[in-house]
């Protein structure tokens, strides 16, 4: 005997077609935006292609071409670069940005210049460092009034236009990592804290023994962002040194669009971003698999 209040199965079936008729916008949505255009390019992957006429298919001859490039190569260790210094600089200094306003009387005010940056956009932070590290500029004139006569190449000089320019980006993005610290820190019951100043814990034992273990799941989050922000740099390295000299401060995503859209190696360029695609899941999937066991053993 049913309830009154257990639904018969033609109004389960109607339930399921409602939620069915609500979820599928955001799939088709979801496929046409997302999956199609990665089938696409998986498959001219596959093909010789400048653009027109059909596609020829050459099967892994452009991944082929791609990995005995020693440009493409030095695009990967760019890339890997990348990644390490936008873990160690804007995530480093940001977190000690928060640690340092935290409790401090007008924290939300000494925050608020490392934030401006933060509404810029890539080209237009790459455009004010130009302007700051090029040949002759701002920076060059500062240091010359100062009595100090050659300076390095800032934007020409591999690997330190990469640094450069990786410290160009720890200037947008810190203050937004500051204040994602600064609400895990926010976030942390008092009891905890009191109990561990009592007990005489200050500073550096205070961070290592009660704010950075209730940190670890933003911490998570923040490197997480980082990380797959950094593998997809493009406009900063486009706008400052455009992959110059020559190719030397390349990095995967600007490597992908030269190839596609100036070479007009639709194959390549595809061959690329489905590299690219694949390192960024991996890397997300591993790094989320080892927070998930940490968590675990914890």
């Known amino acids: 005997m049913t309830s009154d209040h257990t639904p018969t199965k033609p109004l389960k079936d109607q339930y399921r077609w409602s939620a069915a008729g609500f979820v599928a916008p955001g799939v ?7 999956y199609l255009p990665l089938l696409w390019t998986t498959a001219i992957s596959l093909t010789e292609y400048n653009g027109l006429g059909d596609p020829e298919w050459v099967g892994l001859a452009n991944y082929a071409e791609m ?29 000690g940005i928060a640690l340092l306003t935290w409790n401090l009387p007008g924290g939300t005010w000494l925050r608020l210049p490392f934030l401006l940056p933060y509404a810029l956009s890539g080209i237009g ?24 006569g050659e300076t390095p190449r800032w934007l020409v000089d591999a690997p330190l ?17 500051a204040l994602l610290f600064t609400i895990g820190l926010q976030s942390i019951p008092r009891e905890p804290l009191e109990a561990a100043r009592m007990d005489g814990a200050t500073g550096l034992r205070l961070f290592r ?9 933003l911490t998570a989050v923040v490197v997480g962002l980082s990380i797959v922000a950094s593998l997809k740099t ?21 490597t992908m669009y030269k190839e596609t859209f100036v070479n007009s190696e639709y194959g390549l ?20 698999r080892q927070q998930l066991s940490s968590k675990h053993e914890a």
């Open 269 to 288: 360029g595809s061959a690329i971003a489905v590299f690219l695609t694949i390192v960024t899941l991996a890397a997300s999937i591993l790094y989320l």
């Open 161 to 177: 236009n990469t640094v450069m320019m990786i410290l160009a980006t720890a200037w947008q993005g810190v203050g937004v990592n």
């Open 209 to 217: 023994s009660i704010l950075w273990p209730m940190l670890r799941p």
């Open 28 to 34: 088709l949505l979801v496929a046409v935006l997302l």
């Open 67 to 95: 990995l005995d490039d020693p440009e493409f190569l030095g695009s990967v260790l760019n890339t890997l670069l990348w990644v390490l210094g936008t873990l160690l600089v804007p995530v480093g200094i940001g977190l």
């Open 125 to 148: 932070v790459g455009v004010i460092w130009s302007f700051i590290l090029g040949g002759d500029g701002a920076l060059d004139q500062a240091l010359a009034a100062f009595g100090v």
């Open 234 to 254: 493009f406009d900063i390295v486009q706008g400052m040194t455009k992959g110059g000299p020559g190719r030397a401060s390349e990095t995967l995503a600007l």
